[in-house]
C-alpha cells in the first residue's frame, strides 16, 4: 500500500474510487458511515460555482446580510481566487467581501495598505469590501476550547448575519494547509486575534510574530480549531456555508507574495455546511490525485501534521470527517 494513501486514512480501493469521482466529476464517494454531503464540481468557472452552491442550498437563502470571507492575497502573489471566478456567486447573495489584517508586517498589516491591496486585486469592482477590524476586535468565547476559550475577531463581523466562506485550498507552512477551517480561524481573526491564535493564547500584541515560529504545531491548529469553532457556535446552523476552490494548488499560501509554482492539476470546486467534511475531501483529494504531482504538497501536509486541525476540531464537534463527495457534473 502507498505508504502516503496510508497516512491520510485511504486505502487504495478507497482513493481509486475517490479518484473515479474526481475523474468525471459526477458519481458518489462514500467515505465512513455517517457524515456531511459534500458536493464536487471539476467546472472551476464563474458558472461550476454558481452551479455548486445551488446545488447546497437546494433552493434556500442565506438570511440578512451576507458576507463572503475569502483571502485578498500578499500584493505580488497571483494564486488568490480570481475577481472575474467568484463575481456571479458574490453578487448573488448580495454579498459583501470582508477580510481581516495581517498580524505580520507586510502591505495588508493596516487598513489603509490592505484596501489598496484589495482594490489592485480587483475584489473593489466586484462588491463592497470591508476590512472587519478596522475598528478592533470583538470577543466571541468558547467554552470547549482547551487553548483558545476566547476568540478576537474583526469588530465587523457583528454587522453581518451570515457569512459564505470561500476558501481556495492550497499549503500552507505552518499549518501544512489552508482551507475552510483556517479560513474561519485566522481569517476572520483580526490582526491581535490572529497572535492569539498563533501563540495558543499567550499574546495578543503585535509586531512580535516571531514568537509565533516558537509554538508547537499541534498547539497552534488545536487553537485554530477552537477558533473556528467559536464562530460557527456564534452563527448556528443555516448561517454559515463553505465553498472551496482546489485550483491553483501551490505548497504555499496566498499570503505568500512569491508562492511556489503549483505541481499538481488542478481538481474542481467543493461545497458543503460541514468545514471538517469539506477540509477533508479536499485533502483525501490530493491524496488521490497522481502521486508524483501530489509529492510536495502532500509532504507539506505531512510534515506539518496539517491533519491535526481536523482530528481536533472533530473531537470538538465542529463536523465530521466522515462525508459522502457527490458529483454533480451532467
Not at 57 to 63: I, N, T
Not at 141 to 162: K, M, Q, W
Not at 278 to 287: G, H, K, P, S
Amino acid at each position: 500500500m502507498d505508504g502516503a494513501i496510508s497516512r491520510c486514512g485511504l486505502t487504495e480501493e478507497d482513493a481509486a474510487a475517490l479518484r473515479t469521482v474526481a475523474m468525471a466529476g459526477k458519481g458518489a464517494f462514500t467515505q465512513g458511515l455517517e457524515g456531511a454531503t459534500v458536493y464536487f464540481t471539476r467546472d472551476i468557472s464563474s458558472g461550476g460555482l454558481t452551479k455548486i452552491y445551488g446545488h447546497l442550498m437546494q433552493g434556500r437563502s442565506l438570511p440578512g446580510r451576507v458576507a463572503v470571507k475569502l483571502h485578498s492575497g500578499e500584493p505580488g502573489g497571483q494564486n488568490y481566487p480570481a475577481p472575474a471566478l467568484i463575481k456571479d456567486l458574490v453578487q448573488s447573495v448580495s454579498g459583501t467581501i470582508v477580510e481581516c489584517n495581517t498580524a505580520y508586517a507586510g502591505k495588508r498589516f493596516n487598513t489603509a495598505e490592505h484596501m489598496v491591496a484589495l482594490k489592485e486585486h480587483g475584489f473593489t469592482d466586484i462588491a463592497p469590501v470591508d476590512i472587519m477590524d478596522e475598528n478592533g476586535s470583538i470577543s466571541l468565547p468558547f467554552a470547549r476550547g482547551t487553548h483558545i476559550t476566547e476568540n478576537y475577531v474583526g469588530a465587523h463581523f457583528a454587522n453581518y448575519d451570515s457569512f459564505v466562506i470561500l476558501s481556495h485550498f492550497k499549503g500552507h507552512a505552518m499549518a501544512g494547509f489552508g482551507g475552510a477551517i483556517k479560513n474561519v480561524a485566522i481569517g476572520i481573526a483580526s490582526a491581535e486575534g490572529k497572535m492569539w491564535i498563533h501563540t495558543g493564547g499567550e499574546t495578543r500584541a503585535l509586531g512580535k510574530f516571531i514568537r509565533c515560529y516558537k509554538v508547537k504545531k499541534e498547539l497552534f491548529l488545536e487553537s485554530m480549531a477552537e477558533a473556528a469553532g467559536s464562530v460557527v457556535e456564534k452563527l448556528g446552523t443555516g448561517r454559515i456555508v463553505y465553498v472551496s476552490l482546489m485550483n491553483n494548488l501551490s505548497i504555499d499560501c496566498d499570503c505568500n507574495k512569491n508562492p511556489a509554482p503549483a505541481e499538481l492539476d488542478d481538481i474542481g470546486v467543493l461545497a458543503s455546511f460541514d468545514p471538517v467534511a469539506l477540509d477533508r475531501a479536499c485533502v483525501d483529494l490530493v491524496y488521490a490525485a497522481d502521486s508524483e504531482k501530489s509529492a510536495s504538497l502532500r509532504e507539506r501536509i505531512e510534515s506539518r501534521n496539517g491533519v491535526h486541525v481536523l482530528e481536533h476540531a472533530e473531537s470538538l464537534g465542529i463536523g465530521r470527517q466522515q462525508y459522502t463527495l457527490v458529483g454533480i457534473d451532467a
